[in-house]
């Protein structure tokens, strides 16, 4: 099972998927393609209420509001124009520390209106998808 956020305007995908306890699997693919195992150990749920956050908004909301896993390796904040278009803006990283330390920051961007569709989407995968 997994769960993803398509952008509406090109071929870029932020794809969950592998959860575990304390633990997900997040995919980008789009020009360039990466993935890390992330720590979600104090927030397990911690995307699906971001995503619920954002859907209960009735109209575009000024300033970003972000999630972030709890060793920073995946950031993601989400901003919407006036015009109801909202664009995910993530890093995603691994080896912290590591010689070989790795980053990829892009964005998602998908319609205002989605949203409500991509918060159940992420609530049943969050809530029904352990391993």
């Given at each position: 099972m997994e769960f993803s956020i398509d952008s509406s305007i090109s071929n870029n995908s932020l794809r969950f998927s592998k959860l575990e306890p304390e633990y997900v699997t997040v995919c980008f693919s789009g020009v360039v393609?990466?993935?890390a195992r992330v720590c979600t150990y104090t927030d397990e749920t911690?995307?699906?209420n971001w995503l619920n956050k954002l859907a209960s908004f009735s109209k575009p909301w000024?300033?970003?509001i972000e999630w972030q896993s709890l060793e920073s390796q995946f950031i993601i904040s989400a901003t919407c124009?006036?015009?109801?278009?909202?664009r995910l803006s993530f890093q995603l990283s691994d080896l912290?520390?590591?010689?070989e330390e790795w980053q990829v920051s892009s964005s998602v961007v998908t319609d205002f209106g989605q949203?409500?569709?991509l918060?159940?989407?992420a609530e049943h995968?969050?809530?029904h998808a352990r391993t």
């Open positions: 393609s990466a993935s911690g995307i699906s000024k300033s970003a124009s006036s015009l109801g278009e909202v912290h520390g590591h010689p949203l409500p569709v918060a159940k989407q995968f969050f809530n």
